[in-house]
């Protein structure tokens, strides 16, 4: 049987979460939005609820929760919705990193188009932003600081608690990117100086397309974001069109499970990632980033020798993986988060990612190393 290691991409649907959809699919299906029966009253209700679950996790209000269709969006909300702001006021400079999500990457590509300057810090070779980077980065026109939490080809925890407080010295506002880590490292992102937080609802045992942007009121002011699109005024308007009911029900289910179970769930994932290790030492395998910063969900990991395609091709019908380094056939450069660690493009031609959860069961292991083995001496 194959084994699925890519919960990093997008992870298994707990059933709890699948019963609350399909109750608002098949049932109770009002539009939240109608104000005239019990069926859209009923449906706002459920959504009110679903928001205070989501609040709950980074210890917000509710009313500070906005729903999206995912992570990318939140992300293009957060950067691009702040920008009229910052060109009313006068601050143009943004300081984010070059390991971030392409999300973040490209929406600042649009504002340095619109004359915005940008500075990308560069990770240690750990995989990590030093938070005394992000400080000697701040000019006075800062407007926005954006850092993710976990990094989703390494794994690689970001020392948020660390530059949130350096930050409580400086007006700027600060993003992060919370897709892989939100439900999972909870502490970290419950710190009030986190104006803004990305999160979806694939990556926690939800349903894929609905996610939230967490929008943080400082000295009782929410950041002042303009939407990226326009009618209906749902959401405080800055995200209008009619709520998907069922998906955020999903989420919100998948939050409240997130809160309930985080601490049994990254028991059983660190128990996973430890036989992972400790099997795939006879391989001689290099890690790419910190391993001990790394979640206990996820693994960068190269077999010397060995290209992650021939990797992947072999270990087939043993494990589903995905190449850590996402040189993909559309993109002829490999992994910018690796190449901004400083890991060469022999190593980072061979990265593979193994992403697992508290629900994976451990492949067989043997056929695993085996397969790695040969490749090996086929090589040399
Ligand atoms: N940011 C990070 C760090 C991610 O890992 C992902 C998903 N791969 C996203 C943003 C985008 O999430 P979604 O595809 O759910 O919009």
């Known amino acids: 049987m194959v084994v699925y290691l890519d919960c990093a991409a997008t992870a ?74 910052g060109l009313k006021i006068g601050k143009n400079h943004i300081i984010s990193t070059r390991i971030e999500h392409k999300s973040v990457l490209e929406s600042l590509d649009i504002l340095t188009n619109r004359g915005f300057k940008v500075t990308l ?3 240690n070779s750990g995989g990590w ?19 993710m939490q976990v990094n989703n080809e390494t794994g690689v925890i970001q020392p948020i608690k660390a530059i949130a407080s350096l930050l409580k010295q400086h ?50 002011k929410r950041p002042p974001l303009v939407p990226l699109m326009y009618g209906g005024g749902q959401e405080l308007g800055l995200r209008p069109g009619t709520l998907p009911v069922p998906l955020i029900v999903g989420l919100g289910k998948a939050a409240e499970l997130s809160i309930k179970e985080a601490l049994e769930r990254n028991m059983q994932s660190l128990r996973f990632k430890k036989m992972a290790l400790n099997r795939l030492s006879v391989l001689n395998p290099v890690f790419n980033g910190d391993l001990e910063k790394t979640v206990p969900q996820m693994i960068n990991i190269t077999f010397p020798g060995i290209l992650a395609d021939e990797a992947m091709e072999a270990l087939n019908e043993i494990v589903a993986i995905s190449n850590g380094s996402a040189c993909t056939s ?27 959860c508290h629900l994976t069961k451990h492949p067989d292991w043997d056929s695993f190393i085996e397969v790695i083995k040969k490749l090996q001496t086929e090589v040399h």
């Open 171 to 220: 007006g700027t506002y600060f993003h992060v990117d919370a897709a892989q880590g939100f439900g999972k490292e909870i502490k970290e992102i419950t710190e009030k100086r986190i104006d803004m937080i990305s999160l979806s609802g694939h990556k926690i045992y939800g349903p894929k397309g609905i996610g939230a942007l967490v929008i943080r009121r400082r000295d009782g």
């Open 330 to 356: 559309t993109s002829d450069s490999c992994s910018h988060v690796l190449g901004s660690m400083g890991i060469s493009q022999t190593q980072s031609l061979g990265a593979l990612r193994l992403s697992w």
């Open 12 to 85: 298994p649907v707990d059933s709890r979460v699948s019963k609350e959809v399909i109750k608002y699919t098949d049932y109770e299906f009002g539009n939240a939005g109608s104000r005239s029966h019990d069926f859209g009253n009923r449906a706002k209700s459920a959504v009110e609820k679903a928001r205070s679950k989501v609040a709950k996790v980074v210890n917000a209000n509710r009313g500070e929760i906005i729903f999206t269709s995912g992570a990318t969006e939140s992300n293009n909300l957060a950067i691009l919705g702040l920008s009229d702001y």
């Open 129 to 147: 932003i030093e938070p005394k980077t992000v400080i000697n980065a701040l000019q006075d026109n800062t407007l926005l600081v954006s850092v």
């Open 121 to 123: 810090l560069t990770p």
